[in-house]
């Protein structure tokens, strides 16, 4: 792990507690949506595989705040908080993890492929690594369309080892990408801390393309999102950058995964890093009290239950419909069912 | 009509559909400032400009998965992969991303992207530059497979297959690349899906696409020696493929040979035999028969080559065999 | 005879076969430390070394390739594919160097690995998470494939696919890891090639492997209330398949369903049919059915992904209309 | 391209001249080989695609002179000096090139795969890249094996850009493979410069993954093989490094290409960076006189004749034959011809 760089706010005064407490609410939008979806899913009402990034909201949050609706992303299995903070539709998110026929991807995806089209959130994805060429393509597609927009990769630093990486980075260095490299740098690659897996930092690999890399704490949102904003811009203007966000995976690899393997002293000290501490001690210090978080809380809870609600009272997708999705228009001819 | 290669088949259906609309771009390794290792994208970087004519570094997945990310994002990729052998670089992009992203985003939006590669044997170019893998992606829903015998369909599939708004393998013959043909003048888009009939006949059908059309059209002229009249059906896509043609020449015929350059086993052939047997059993008089590669890798030896190769002789036989 | 779980006898076979030759290794992601993403490699870390059972970085084709050439060097790696899904990432190794090794060298060398590696839904893990692609292998010369539907097989068939000199890509499924089964003391090796008769019938023949066997068996019993007497064949390897087995139940019965979880179209029942069709069409009294996937890919909702995998009413359904 | 490091010779006086004059038998060896190649193929007489590696000689063999038998190559599609200077039969070779039954491979492979097991060279390679896994998994086996040898992958400057040249190259570090990386820079990857196809350079990736990386001139086998000797002895007792040989492509990317991309003054400029010629004039140097080495040359060019007529006269391979070389022993029951 790199040595994160920790600048200023990038604001002061009233301005800046407003724009931390927007911030504050994506975090909380984010962790109440998974920790509602972390219960759901002990009392089985959420199916298949879930990976949830508590822990790691400020990465989302903050990287979010500088993009326009235009811009796009290509997430990770991991891709709950992104999805969120792009601005999906909570409602169309809750279908999709139960799995409902109103749910963003009519419950053909489910969590791992959660993808809201209209905000430029290009899908999370089961293979990793894989959401790298697709930010890659969606980056050239914006420069050949002179549209103005970059186009984000996230990654975790197990896709570190990917070949993907490497042949991602070279293309976007030489052709100068409107393509911003995000790790969420939590330590681990499923079961194995990364240490075991890679040979070399991601600091000195970008520097290999002449990417210029900065390495952050990637829980503290003021921090993210003032980095984002900056190398945001320069992406937007000159080309590829790398953002490495040191955070922390305070939750199993998925849902269900009791961490045997983690050094209970590791995880109790996550508490200290947690984004939502981190965040409301900053707007403590700039004079916003316990009230307007807690109203944030309250509305925040208000809208997700109504999500759910929603969600539970939807009709399950049909069959026909899903077979209809698999091409545009009229099928091919083919046997099945 | 005009008299035009394959080759410039293709590099007139990528010139023109470049000209038509301005969201489809190239991309691929060597194909701008070369034209392309076979010559297919020649003249194009001149006339549309390198930020549309793309030449990659030797990084096949990460070409292939932006394509994908491309065609997400606004544009109409055509990427090529040199020889189908480097596919086996591309599948996840293919496979997991391009394929399945319309359906797994519930229909929110479709990847209308191409990827062009030549397959086939038959310059001695040995195991890992002449195979024909065109099964593995017709078992994979979401993708389209396309595979033209001839300049006509050549120039007419690319075009549609580039106007339409899913992935689609279209899949080039390298032996083909220096066949002449007559083309129409006002070069017709060919729909993707349907067979043409290039011989009609009453005795048999003989279904196959690609450079195996040849095969059996030689076929078919030599059976006509002996009496046997062959009906030629020319699938021209794989994926999705045109039952309802085969069916109904089988339904004329009552006997059906399917021959196909790609290794036999768990071949294309395999899917039309399974098929028919299935939707036309009452129409059959004999067994279907496939006549198709061995099972190996194809060899590099003129001598090996040839005797691997699907030939008019093999096919002439299993016409007998199942007229028998 | 001892129950035991087909993750177990797995797990016995790999430790089995690593006591036995210490020229074999494991080598994949999370096996060693983790013992496994399902856990099929738990414990022989600790009784064999992390020399021999090597947690890799998130690099899959670097760890297939590294198998080949380890193979191809004096061990006998065992590589695992945490989801069949995965391949993608790794056809280049497999398809172009492991399979075609022994052939393009001209014999010189035999290539002994195993690629092990879980197919298959019903566990809501989504389209990237639960294809079955085995069509794809069972399509290259110079691979083997296996997928064994129990726990005996699923023993005796790893042991004799780590002995084999050839590559060989060894399919379990995930929604059988739990499932247990008698397995005799002596833990006997399963030859490669050989298909098992799980129930005997007269009236028609069910040829099925992996978790579709049960599903069959499944369809078979409810057939047998209408005195309609399945035969049940487990085909247990797919490449090279047991013609013969499949041919003389064909030979007793006349009638044939063959029934898969991978997508029907271009799926390795097209081959057993299309084989069926030529080597025993005189045996055939009724069309060859196939019950398999949809041409979708796998959906997440439990739902439509239950109404997507075979069922034994769909196995049933097709077996009365073959019959009728 | 990096600097290239230019050190003095491994010995001098009376062995130095031996070893080199053993090396520059290597090098007109090669060099006959495929010259004698380029006419057969212009006659003709060799089918399919062959790469020449005329110009690129005094890395194959440099590097060779530093291996022992037991010691494994992974080569690629440019793959003849590699295999001949470890040492492969040379009928075999010549054989195999005309698709003969008696060729190392009996005519199923070509050029693009000639391999002699029996001495450790695991195959030419169609794959770009390709070989750099095989020679890890080499590499692997034989500290698996405690055998003492190394493996050394040999590959482009173009295959920089593949993703399996991460993947491995992280691989080998992490374990510390005996595991030789050699990169020939002739600056092309088929028609393009990789100047063009690369953002970085091999020292800078080579640093991210902390292998020690040294850039040589590949054009003097002097050089090559003083280098070779060392490096290969840190490989057989630390683990990974990267040999990068600044060489020349002089020929054609395949033979039949004429090569119209190419600047015909930067042609004319290689011969000077001959590597025979840089040889000569080493040995001329040390008072080698040019009777030695026409010695030499007639010696190898009466080799070459006898295997190219034994080439000749040999039988083509039979089908059947071919069809039992799939599998090891009984081959599975299969449709087919
Ligand atoms: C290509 C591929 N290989 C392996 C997996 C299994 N897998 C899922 S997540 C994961 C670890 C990823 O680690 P990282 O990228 O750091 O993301 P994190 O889980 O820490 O957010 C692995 C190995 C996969 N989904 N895709
Ligand atoms: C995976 C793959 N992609 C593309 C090719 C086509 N191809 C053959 S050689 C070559 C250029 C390789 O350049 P380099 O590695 O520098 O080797 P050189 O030809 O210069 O010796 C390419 C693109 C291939 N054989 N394999
Ligand atoms: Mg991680
Ligand atoms: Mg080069």
Redesign the interface.
């Known amino acids: 792990m790199s040595e994160p760089t920790t600048p200023g706010l990038a604001g002061t005064g009233h301005n800046a507690a407003a724009e931390l407490l927007a911030l504050y609410r994506s975090l909380v939008l984010i962790r109440r949506c998974e920790e509602r979806l972390s219960t759901m899913f002990a009392d089985g009402e959420v ?3 879930i990976h949830l990034s508590i822990g790691q909201e400020a990465v989302s949050a903050g990287v979010m705040a500088a993009l326009t609706p235009e811009d ?1 992303i ?1 997430s990770t299995h991991r891709g709950h908080g992104h999805a969120i903070a792009k601005g999906l539709s909570l409602d169309g998110f809750f279908a ?1 993890l139960l ?2 026929d109103t ?8 969590s ?2 959660v ?4 905000v430029g959130m ?2 999370a ?6 959401g ?11 420069r ?2 002179k ?1 103005g927009a970059i ?1 984000v990769a996230f990654f975790g630093d ?2 570190l ?11 976007a ?2 052709w100068k990408l409107p393509l911003l490299f995000v790790c969420e740098n939590n330590g681990w ?4 801390p990364t240490s ?6 991601l600091k ?2 970008a ?4 990417i210029p890399h900065v390495a952050i704490d990637g829980n503290d949102v003021a921090v993210v999102a003032a980095h984002a904003a900056r190398i945001a811009a320069e992406v937007r203007s000159e080309g590829p950058r790398v953002l490495e966000c040191l955070t922390t995976r305070v939750r199993g690899h998925f849902e269900g995964d009791a961490q045997k ?1 983690r050094d209970p002293d590791e995880l109790a000290a996550l508490s200290e890093r947690d984004p939502l501490h981190v965040a409301a001690s900053r707007l403590a210090a700039m004079g916003v009290g316990e009230t307007a978080l807690s109203e944030i809380t309250t509305e925040i809870a208000a809208r997700i239950e109504a999500a759910v609600a929603a969600a539970r009272a939807a009709p ?2 049909l ?1 026909e419909a ?8 009229a ?7 | 009509m005009a008299e035009m290669r394959y080759l410039r088949a293709i590099n007139q259906a990528l010139s023109d559909a470049m000209a038509a609309d301005p ?1 489809v ?1 190239l991309i691929g390794e060597d194909i701008s400032e070369a034209g392309g290792a076979f010559g297919a994208s020649r003249g194009l970087r001149e006339r549309f400009g390198a ?2 004519v ?1 030449d ?2 030797i ?1 096949e ?15 109409r ?1 055509v990427a090529e992969i040199m020889f189908m052998d480097f596919t086996t670089l591309v599948m ?2 293919l496979v ?2 391009a394929a399945k ?10 990847v209308p992207m191409v990827l062009r590669t030549p397959h086939g044997g038959g310059l001695g170019a040995g195991p890992q530059h002449s195979q024909c893998l065109e099964a593995w992606f017709a078992h994979v ?2 993708l ?1 497979v396309v595979c033209p015998s001839d300049p006509a369909s050549a120039y007419g599939l690319l075009r549609a297959a580039i106007a339409d ?2 992935p689609v393998v279209f899949i080039e013959h390298k032996a083909l690349y220096a066949m002449k043909g007559e083309v129409p003048d006002d070069l017709p888009v060919m729909p993707l ?1 349907q067979a043409g009939i290039l011989r009609q006949g009453r005795d048999v059908s003989i279904v196959a696409y690609g450079a195996a059309v040849h095969t059996a059209l030689t076929a078919a002229t030599q059976l006509a020696d002996e009496d046997i009249e062959a009906e030629v059906v020319d699938l021209r896509s794989i ?3 045109d ?2 043609t085969v069916l109904a020449s089988l339904a004329r015929t009552h006997h059906l040979v399917v021959v196909h350059e790609a290794v036999e086993a768990f071949g294309v052939g395999a899917e039309i035999v399974a ?1 028919m047997v ?1 939707i036309g059993f009452d129409e059959l008089d004999g067994p279907i028969l496939r006549v198709a590669a061995p099972f190996m890798p194809v060899p590099f030896s003129k001598g090996l080559e040839t005797a691997y190769l699907p030939s008019p002789e093999r096919v002439a036989a299993a016409v007998r065999r199942t007229l028998a």
């Open positions: 199916p298949g595989f796009t290509a999709e799995a409902r749910g963003l991807c009519r419950g053909r995806g489910g791992m492929h993808a809201d089209m209209s290009l899908g994805n089961g293979i990793v690594g894989a790298l060429s697709i930010a890659l393509g969606s980056a050239l597609a914006h050949t369309l549209n186009a197990g896709a080892a990917e070949g993907l990486m490497h042949e991602c980075l070279n293309m260095a030489l690659g499923e079961f194995l075991k897996q890679l040979s070399f930092t000195d690999l520097a290999a393309y002449g393997y399950a997708p069959f899903a077979m209809a999705d698999v091409y545009t228009g099928q091919p001819v083919q046997g099945g069912v | 969201s771009i930020e549309r793309i990659t570094p990084s997945a990460a070409l292939a998965g932006a394509a994908v990310g491309a065609a997400l994002s606004g544009l990729p996840d992009a997991n991303q992203a319309r359906f797994m985003f519930g229909g929110q939006r479709s829903p979401g389209k708004p899913d899906g994926q999705p493929w039952e309802a098929r299935d």
